[in-house]
Nanobody, 123 residues
Framework: QVQLVESGGGLVQPGGSLRLSCAAS????????MAWFRQVPGKEREWVSCIGSSEGSANYADPGGRFTISRDNVKNTVTLQVNSLKPEDPALYYCAADRRGGSYCPMIEYQYWGQGPQVPVSS
């Protein structure tokens, strides 16, 4: 069983930056794919970014360079950095993990989910 706990939400300003972290426990996630999703009330959850188990396997729904996902397999954490915040970025951000780390991570149906940070990202 994998437990995921997100942190780093809060009040943000358009044009600013935010950094979200996800701490995983229960397994070593070296071979897991990790992802970030977000959801605005009344809308469907959407995929934001993911990273597979291999170097250079990051993918982004928005390829414009505002998002950066990274992982630290020693600390069992994954981080999402968002720059140049836009009005549509405030949401509840969720971390997800799946053991199929070698698969194309945007297409994975993720098995493990966090509950979102205690403080959602808001503006």
């Amino acid at each position: 069983q994998v437990q995921l706990v997100e942190s780093g939400g809060g009040l943000v300003q358009p044009g600013g930056s935010l950094r979200l972290s996800c701490a995983a426990s229960g397994r070593d996630l070296d071979y897991y794919a990790m992802a970030w999703f977000r959801q605005v009330p009344g809308k469907e959850r959407e995929w934001v970014s993911c990273i597979g188990s291999s170097e250079g396997s990051a993918n982004y729904a928005d390829p414009g360079g505002r998002f950066t996902i990274s992982r630290d397999n020693v600390k069992n954490t994954v981080t999402l950095q968002v720059n140049s915040l836009k009005p549509e970025d405030p949401a509840l951000y969720y971390c997800a993990a799946d053991r199929r780390g070698g698969s194309y991570c945007p297409m994975i149906e993720y098995q493990y989910w966090g509950q979102g940070p205690q403080v959602p990202v808001s503006s």
